[in-house]
């Protein structure tokens, strides 16, 4: 296990490089850089940088070398200081913009995970066991619409309900009197009350994925010779799915962490600005608006940590589930 440990740690490193080579190609596709970006907006302010000033930004963010000793540069200062720049259209440190919003965009996610497991789960079970029934049908019709919609779609047409219905539309995370408020039921109620259009909105792909992947891979179990042979031996049919089928099924289950939380965190780039959650989306979006790029491509870094995360956590559960994962890359 050590060993399949290692093996998945020095990919999630490999992955992690690759991706801050692709990021810092992206913080330096605007014309000019960091520290012209910055003197044009002083200057749009009716202020002015020193010839010293500009000379000392370019050294303290590693912009007086080649592309190769800035990009040095810029991944040691994250790695070993965790310095992340600053963003010049907050005026603070990237950091400080990020840690904020970060807990809401993971916290989110993990609730909107959590969410899809229990409805696709039941749900792929169901099309599996009942395959050809109308339930089937209606499952599998409402999973191809769920993947073809995309996110803003779905949450313009949820917004529009909420509006006929309710008469307004959940913004943020909690209501102006529950904000500033200590943590008790009221205000878990309110923020689940915020939550639910995220939730449905975001979480919509990964239910209708993960209820294909689950139907499939059950249906597959179902057709092998030893179901087969049970039924024939009067095995009954709910002790023979749980004690079979349904735990192989479990395995592509805990796999789908490594691509519905990508899908999660990418959705609420686009949800969170149409909803105005305090997440990283919006200022995300705001950043790439502004040309801000040092924290552009910081928050795409942290997201991508984040991920690559999410990926280790779901190999090794399914090394510790299923030896025969982490014997094969012993091989």
């Known amino acids: 296990m050590l060993r399949y440990l290692g ?18 190609v992206i913080i330096n596709l605007p014309p000019g850089d960091y520290v012209t970006a910055l003197q044009s907006r002083y200057a749009a302010q009716g202020q002015g940088l020193t010839v010293q000033d500009i000379e000392n930004l370019r050294v303290r963010y590693g912009l007086d070398g080649n592309l190769l000793q800035q990009y040095w540069h810029w991944f040691t ?5 965790g310095d992340l720049g600053m963003s010049f259209e ?34 792929g079970v169901y099309s599996a066991v009942k395959q050809h029934s109308v339930g089937d049908y209606a499952a599998t019709t ?23 219905w309710f008469g307004s539309v959940p913004s943020g995370l909690c209501s102006p009197e529950w904000c500033d408020a200590s943590w008790n039921l009221g205000k878990l109620l ?10 449905i909105v975001i979480g919509t792909g990964g239910v209708a994925g993960l209820v294909r992947i689950i139907r499939n891979n059950l249906l597959d179990e179902l057709r092998r010779p030893y179901v087969t042979a049970a039924r024939a031996r009067g095995v009954p ?32 780039i686009v949800v969170g600005q149409i909803l105005s959650l305090p997440t990283l989306g919006p200022i995300l979006l705001g950043s790439l608006k502004s040309q801000d790029m040092y924290l552009a491509g910081s928050i795409i870094m942290v997201l991508s940590v984040v991920t690559v995360i999410g990926t280790l956590i779901s190999d090794l559960l399914l090394g510790w589930l299923d ?6 890359h012993q091989r």
């Open 7 to 24: 093996r998945r740690a020095l990919y999630m490193a490999a992955t992690l490089l690759a991706i801050s080579l692709v990021v810092f």
């Open 77 to 81: 200062q994250i790695v070993l200081h």
């Open 323 to 328: 030896p025969r994962i982490r014997l094969g």
């Open 237 to 268: 049919e709910g002790p023979l799915l749980r004690r079979y089928p349904l735990r192989v099924a479990l395995n592509p289950f805990v796999s789908t962490i490594g691509w519905i939380l990508p899908l999660l965190l990418v959705g609420d």
């Open 90 to 123: 907050h005026e603070k440190p990237v950091s400080q913009v990020i840690a904020p919003r970060l807990g809401w965009t993971i916290a989110v996610s993990l609730i909107t995970l959590l969410v899809t497991w229990a409805l696709a789960f039941p749900i």
């Open 190 to 199: 309110d923020l689940l009350g915020h939550l639910w259009i995220p939730m």
């Open 142 to 164: 409402v999973g191809f619409l769920g993947l073809a919609t995309p996110n803003f779609l779905i949450a313009l047409v949820f917004i529009y309900f909420s509006v006929t």
